[in-house]
Structure formats: structure tokens, C-alpha cells
């Protein structure tokens, strides 16, 4: 049997918000594996949770960068949130958003390009050296459309195209290119807030599709619910996850009585063509990276000498 230790119960009822035997009697069943026991909660009708992200733990900034019908997204991180408010620090993260715009989302070649008479590696480390934190470049993504716009949004920013969230997202169309730009910037925003996994059903991953059906056939079971009465609850069930999690199903943020499709085909008359989603790219901050917890009043006595 797994060793179920006091900090991965915690971890379960964080992730869940259920309590904490719950926690513990999940991980039991499951010999620990938390991916399972979140399953098992949720098929007892224990857990609220329907997905979960990863905890945004790590620090520094995302970069945000638009030219034409071309759009970049790139995480770099830091140790402390005050790098994230250096001048130096900015500069680098502005200037490898831009490097990324012409070499694109491979952060190797990213780092391999130049800026000026360095690379961006070399850039890289001389800012470590200057500011005598660890950073590195983590990820980047790139959307482009052959006519239409890219849209972008930065939430929480500290300047211009920098800042805790970042969001991309590609219109094709032939339409006025202006009235698109707004558009885009208005659908990056709903992105950044509602979090969506897909643009529609079919771009989800299979193994999630199945996953939920697993759970709500599970509990409905549970329930005593007979076969044919719960081929329809998951069925019911999956529409309703998918206007959570799929980006033209969603109820839109500026107006949650109209979904994301009906604001894009109202849009179509003021833009004066067809309007289509290609892709949209989401990027938090430190998303999915564990950051070890610390106890700053001891790291305050050890610095000081102090036992």
C-alpha cells in the first residue's frame, strides 16, 4: 500500500476542496496516484471540481508581441517577483517576444538568434550577471492568419505587452482589419478570464472527452440510475463541459447571454465578411510549475545567522 503522507492530503483538498478524510480515503483507494483520486472523489459526488490548472507558482513575465497578421506568446521566469519590476528584466522579455516574431516559437532558435551583436542566450546570461538571479526563457507560441488579424490581451501588466497573462488569438477573415483587431482584442479577454481548453469539441483531447464521460456515467451509477437514463445524463452531461471549456460554446464575459459563436456571427456585419477562429494561445504565468513552499521568517533567522 501507497504511503499516504499528510502533505499529499493537502494537496488533494486543495486541488478538490473536499475534506480532508475524503482526501485521505481517495488516496488510499487509489495507492496514491492524485490524478486517480481526483476521479474517485468526483465519482462519489465529493469533489466540486470539474477541472483543475496547474498552480501558478514560478515568477517573472509573459511577453506579448503582434506584427500584421503574425502574434507571439513567451513565458520567461525569474526567482522573485521583483525581477519582474527591473527595467533590465522587461527589456529582455520584450526583446525575445520580438526576436520570436521573426524566428518563431522554437525557443533553441529563439536562443541562437541575435539581438544586436549577441545572441539571446548570451543576453540571457549577462542579465543573470547583472541581476544575480537564475532566469531562463520556458516556452513560446506563435498564431498567424493569411488575411484577417491576430488579437492580443495582457492582464496584469507591469508595461506595455508584458505581464502575468498573456493571450493571442487568430481571426481569419477578409474583413475591415481595424473592427477585426478590436474584435480580437475583446475574444483575447474572454480568453484570458474564461480559461477555455478548445476552440470547439472537436479540438479537445479525446482522453479528457473521456475521462468526463467516465465520471458522469460513475456517479450516475452510483446513484442507482439505470442504463438508458444514464446514456442521457452523459450526454446532457458533456454539453454542459463543453460550453465550460470550449472557447465558441462558452457564455461570453462581456454579455453571458450570447455564447462566443453568436457574438462572432454578429460581428461578421460590422466587419463585412465571414469571421473564423484559427487558434488561440493562453499563457499564465508559471502555469503547471511546483514551487517548493518556504518558510520566510526561519530564511530571515538563517540569513541573519540565527538558529
Keep these: 500500500m501507497a504511503n499516504i503522507t499528510a502533505q499529499m492530503v493537502k494537496d488533494l483538498r486543495d ?3 473536499a475534506g480532508m478524510m475524503d ?3 481517495a488516496l488510499g483507494e487509489t495507492s496514491g496516484d492524485v490524478e486517480s483520486a481526483v476521479d474517485w472523489l468526483r465519482k462519489k459526488g465529493l469533489s466540486k471540481a470539474a477541472k483543475k490548472s496547474g498552480r501558478i507558482a514560478a515568477e517573472g513575465l509573459i511577453g506579448v508581441a503582434v ?15 521583483f525581477v519582474a519590476r527591473n527595467d533590465l528584466f522587461q527589456g529582455l522579455v520584450k526583446t525575445i ?17 541575435k539581438a544586436g551583436s549577441v545572441t539571446i542566450e548570451v543576453a540571457i546570461n549577462e542579465t543573470i550577471a547583472k541581476i544575480g538571479e537564475n532566469m531562463n526563457l520556458r516556452r513560446a507560441a506563435e498564431l498567424s492568419v493569411g488575411k484577417g488579424a491576430i488579437g492580443s490581451y495582457v492582464h496584469s501588466s507591469v508595461i506595455e505587452g508584458l505581464g502575468k497573462i498573456g493571450v493571442i488569438v487568430a481571426l481569419e477573415s477578409t474583413g475591415k482589419t481595424d473592427e477585426l483587431s478590436e474584435l480580437g482584442r475583446l475574444l483575447a479577454q474572454h480568453v484570458a478570464a474564461a480559461n477555455p481548453q478548445a476552440i470547439d469539441p472537436s479540438g479537445l483531447d479525446p482522453a479528457v472527452v473521456a475521462r468526463e464521460k467516465d465520471v ?3 456517479k450516475s451509477k452510483a446513484q442507482g440510475k439505470p442504463a438508458n437514463v444514464i446514456e442521457k445524463i452523459v450526454e446532457s452531461g458533456l454539453k454542459t463541459f463543453y460550453k465550460e471549456v470550449c472557447l465558441l460554446e462558452q457564455g461570453y464575459i462581456r454579455d453571458d447571454k450570447k455564447s462566443v459563436a453568436q457574438v462572432l456571427k454578429e460581428a461578421e456585419g460590422k466587419v463585412g465578411a465571414p469571421i473564423k477562429i484559427t487558434g488561440f494561445v493562453r499563457y499564465a504565468l508559471g502555469e503547471g510549475i511546483e514551487k517548493q513552499e518556504s518558510d520566510f521568517a526561519a530564511e530571515v533567522a538563517a540569513a541573519a545567522g540565527q538558529s
Excluded: M, W
Design 15 to 17: 486541488k478538490t476542496g
Design 97 to 113: 517576444a520580438n526576436v520570436a516574431l521573426d524566428v518563431g516559437a522554437d525557443v533553441e532558435k529563439i536562443k541562437a538568434a
Design 216 to 218: 458522469l456515467a460513475e
Design 23 to 25: 482526501c485521505k480515503a
Design 67 to 81: 506584427k500584421g497578421t503574425k502574434g507571439v506568446v513567451v513565458e520567461v521566469n525569474s526567482e522573485t517577483d
